[in-house]
């Protein structure tokens, strides 16, 4: 079968936040490009996953004219509460940084952002490919494969530059040689029990639970849906949670006099196993990585689709000035940018982690630091700054 070729100046391999919205602002700045999704528009539309965009994230969208109905419908927390000791502790920060986070399903911003790309914009995205390949990436016309759901058929895109941003299990990571790159990784040695339940927020704000059973969290997501998580073990199976084995769990490590929890239909569950990553630098050749292809951190801060929003603006704006205006100094520095605060967030991750496992670490001496972590960030109004400063993103480079 003969393969059909095409050429354009960016392939973006994934349709997520970050490779949507590096093809749109290139779309809107005049720079072709084409993206490739293994998935089907409807699967990305309607997968659940992230949900809270901070502040910087959602006023550049809104910058780029993709905002438009985040702003209509999305909810705003400016405070939180850690539970524990059958208290509730409120932690108000937009008091102390003038911000707030947005609560936007994932699914929906994506939604929004092919959209515009396909619909408005009239972009180029091709769905449900198949065998991915990469090729040439040192030289000046690198080239992507591909197998056409359709026909069967092979196609090649030559291209100038490759977007990758396929997400933690995509083939962009894979094809940087571990000697041009280091892999640094944390694994926190537990798991994380995700769950999508049909019922009514029980809090207006995120609730982090702290419990000597274990973590756990409740996040709002829509009025009528809502999404917790509970400790768990490294590698558990999620089908050793019962509908009765959640819920008990769940009133007795979040629930206090005065704020019980609602319960619902359990519509999905998941364990996640707690670990990060950073591949460093995210560049290699004419192949550069956003989101999760490049970094993923546990959803201990909900930091992962700013960061991947973070490295799009980033590298739309890079790869406009080396193919619009022969400026290459973007590119150059775009992974050093990048990782600024990647670093930022991932501390950040790794100290409120610390934090919020405390209670359940077998060192003794672990568990009262945590402890004194805790009651310094609740006692001090400076270090009560501090950390909501980093929470909602307000510091990082």
């Known amino acids: 079968m003969t393969t059909v070729t095409t050429r354009t100046q960016v392939v973006v391999i994934g349709a997520g936040p970050a490779g949507l919205s590096t093809a749109n ?33 959602v006023r550049e969208l809104e910058r780029y004219g993709l905002a438009g109905r985040l702003l209509r419908q999305a909810g705003r927390h400016g405070s939180f509460e850690f539970r524990f000791d059958a208290r509730r502790h409120h932690i108000h920060y937009a008091r102390l940084t003038g911000q707030h986070h947005f609560v936007y399903p994932q699914q929906e911003l994506v939604t929004d952002l092919v959209a515009h790309y396909a619909d408005v914009l009239g972009g180029d995205i091709r769905f449900e490919v198949d065998d991915v390949r990469l090729h040439d990436l040192t030289t000046e016309r690198p080239f992507v494969t591909y197998t056409d759901p359709d026909t069967g058929g092979r196609h090649r895109v030559e291209c100038a530059y490759i977007a990758g941003c396929d997400g933690a299990r995509g083939v962009c990571r894979r ?65 050793n949670w019962s509908h009765e084995r959640v819920w008990r769990e769940l009133h007795t490590r979040l629930a206090v006099p005065g704020a019980p929890i609602a319960e619902g239909r359990i519509v999905e569950r998941q364990v996640l196993d707690m670990h990060n990553y950073v591949v460093e630098p995210m560049s290699y050749g004419r192949l550069h990585l956003a989101g999760d292809s490049a970094h993923l951190v546990a959803p201990i801060g909900a930091k992962g ?28 520095g775009y992974s050093a940018r990048c990782l600024r605060r990647v670093w930022q967030y991932q501390e950040f991750s790794q100290w409120f982690a610390d934090v919020l496992h405390g209670a359940t670490d077998p060192d003794p001496f672990q568990a009262r630091i945590a402890e004194a972590r805790l009651r310094r960030l609740l006692d001090s109004p400076a270090a009560a700054t501090a950390f909501c400063e980093l929470y909602i993103g307000r510091l990082a480079g």
């Open 25 to 57: 602002l290139l779309r809107q700045r005049g720079v072709d490009c084409v993206v490739l999704e293994a998935r089907s528009r409807e699967f990305i539309e309607r997968h659940p996953r992230a949900g809270f965009l901070e502040e910087w994230a």
């Open 175 to 239: 094809h940087i040689p571990a000697h041009e790159s280091v892999f640094a990784s944390r694994d926190y040695g537990i798991g994380w029990l995700a769950l999508l339940v049909e019922a009514p927020p029980s809090a207006e704000g995120v609730v982090f639970g702290i419990h000597p059973r274990g973590f756990a969290a409740h996040m709002a997501r829509t009025p009528r849906i809502t999404r917790f998580y509970l400790q768990c073990p490294s590698g558990d199976d999620a089908a």
């Open 305 to 332: 689709m700013n960061l991947a929003l973070h490295d799009a603006f980033a590298l739309s704006s890079a790869l406009t000035a080396r193919l619009r205006d022969g400026d290459g100094s973007g590119l150059a």
